[in-house]
């Protein structure tokens, strides 16, 4: 059985005192002791969350880190060896603003994904299409382009110790989300490409939705089949919205 897992973006939010509050509403929230809850804060806040959240169950990662493992001369760049030293537990690799605005391309993304995973973080893939792109029908090849790139190089047993989120970039902060069947139906085909490969390993990996996940949408979501939790954007940043979608990953 699939544990889910909801996991909060923060993207690029928070000021010191901003962060602190939602701190303080976190470690208020009762959560289900059957689901994984984590948060994404911005580079910047990693150690204050980390430290503000000791003892509550939730996990702290990142949004994004190098495409090399260890430090070194990359100005800018954060690498997976040291957001593991700090205590995050994973990261998020081929986000789709990385992606469409800032040019990352799949090579770029499997590299990460890569690096991440030798420093002992959980990479969380994600994947989606975008507008015009599920519009001209091609919402499973999308998806089983940048899902296959990282099976291609890395082989399918590197989602042994990974997450896949499926965003479907027309509903990230725009309001709009997939419908339960919609979503459901990208689960599904992401789950047989990688069974295709490795079906017993296929059974184990957690695949999130992404994309407007509210309170009020998240139970039917997170009750299809192969739906595991949510990857939650503009909700993770109000503590009691993003409990009560980790409460509907519970029931």
């Known amino acids: ?52 959240l000791a003892g509550k169950a939730i996990d702290v990662g990142a949004q994004n880190s190098a495409v090399e493992p260890m430090q070194g001369a ?33 090579e770029v993304v499997s590299r990460k994904f890569a690096a991440a ?12 299409e975008t507008r015009a792109e599920r519009e001209a029908g091609k919402t499973l090849e999308v998806v089983a382009r940048q899902l296959g790139s990282v099976i291609d190089e890395l082989g399918v047993g590197a989602f042994a110790r990974a997450v896949v989120a499926y965003e ?3 509903a990230i902060g725009t309001g709009l989300t997939a419908s339960p069947a919609q979503a459901q139906e990208v689960h599904a085909a992401i789950r047989a490409q990688l ?29 299809m089949p192969d739906i595991d939790g ?3 954007g503009g909700a993770s940043l109000n503590a009691d919205e993003f409990g009560a979608i980790c409460r509907a990953a519970g029931s």
């Open 195 to 223: 069974a295709a490969e490795n079906a017993e390993l296929a059974k184990g990996v957690r695949l999130l939705y992404g994309g407007s996940v509210k309170a009020a949408s998240a139970a039917e979501l997170f009750g």
């Open 74 to 106: 990359l100005t800018g760049e954060t690498a997976p060896s040291q957001l593991a030293d700090v205590g995050c537990s994973m990261v998020l690799v081929g986000h789709s603003e990385r992606r469409l605005i800032l040019g990352e391309s799949d």
């Open 230 to 232: 949510g990857l939650v």
């Open 168 to 170: 479907p970039v027309w």
């Open 117 to 128: 995973q030798s420093c002992g973080l959980v990479p969380v893939l994600c994947v989606g």
């Open 1 to 52: 059985m699939r544990r889910p897992l909801v996991a909060g973006n923060w993207k690029m939010h928070g000021t010191h005192s901003s962060v602190a509050e939602l701190i303080k509403g976190l470690r208020q929230l009762a959560l289900p002791s059957g689901v994984d809850v984590a948060v994404m804060p911005p580079c910047l806040f990693i150690s204050q969350v980390i430290q503000g």
